[in-house]
């Protein structure tokens, strides 16, 4: 592995982390990184759970700390995001590199869409939601965006937040919660298949770990009005690196 990995990897992903924790979508610079810097696809997709996870660890148990957990509702949707994210990542090892990367530039303009339009929130907890709906919701949206994350990944948490909040009628606090359980859940379950089976890149996982826990935590203290502003024009020009690179068949 070259010096130069860990350049282009390990700053971006410090930004990822710190981008993260101001106003989400991390992931769409962290995967990308690992990318742009020539890793495999399937090896980018497994080391990035890898340094994605050690950053969502920190937030999760500092939001943990300071909040309620509602049990009933946690517990069984933890174990349904640890089976959908481990589906995920088998079905991901499964596919063609070249088919991967097709599908890549399918999902990431569309999972873009959903993280930089903050407006989709608009609607909040307006109505109602019977408890058992809730509960229903929930397990649901574990299995499914749990697969997609041990498949992917970028954008999991808003996907969380949006169902959490619009549908099942969470309270902001409550959702974050519950997002922040599942989505550290979805990705140590991705971790551990994908170590099994050997595709993280350890010591550059372990390199940007460190990265993403610095930009977790300097962007957790960070207090920025209208920090969207700052985070929408990152994802965009990462983004379009990403893109040029795919399309350029390197």
């Known amino acids: 592995m070259e010096y130069s990995t860990f350049l282009i990897v390990c700053p971006l992903v410090f930004l990822a982390g710190f981008v993260d924790a101001i106003g989400g979508g991390g992931g ?30 920190i937030s999760t148990i500092r939001l943990c700390l300071h909040s309620k957990v509602d049990f009933l509702l946690a517990v069984p949707a933890i174990f349904l995001a640890y089976m959908g994210s481990s589906m995920g990542a088998r079905l991901s ?17 569309i999972t873009a869409f959903f993280v930089i339009r ?26 499914l965006i749990g697969l997609y994350d041990g498949f992917y990944g970028p954008g999991t948490g808003t996907f969380y937040i949006i169902i959490f909040m619009s549908f099942a009628k969470m ?9 922040k359980l599942l989505n550290l859940t979805s990705n140590l379950a991705a971790l551990v298949t994908f170590l099994l089976h050997g595709q993280v890149w350890i010591m550059l996982g372990l390199a940007a770990s460190v990265f993403s826990i610095a930009g977790h935590y300097l962007g957790a203290g960070m207090v920025l009005k209208n920090g969207s502003r700052v985070v929408r024009p990152i994802i965009l020009v990462v983004l379009c690196l990403l893109f040029i690179k795919v399309l350029s068949g390197i």
């Open 171 to 179: 309270t902001t606090m409550e959702a974050a919660v519950n997002t």
């Open 118 to 143: 903050k407006d989709v929130l608009s609607s909040g907890t307006e109505g109602s939601c019977s408890r058992r709906r809730q509960l229903i919701i929930a397990w649901m949206a574990a299995v």
């Open 93 to 109: 090892m499964l596919i063609q590199e070249s088919v991967l990367k097709a599908v890549l530039l399918v999902i990431l303009p």
């Open 28 to 57: 769409l610079i962290s995967l990308p990184a690992y990318i742009l810097a020539g890793v495999p696809m399937h090896a980018a997709v497994a080391t990035n759970k890898l340094s994605s996870a050690t950053g969502t660890l």
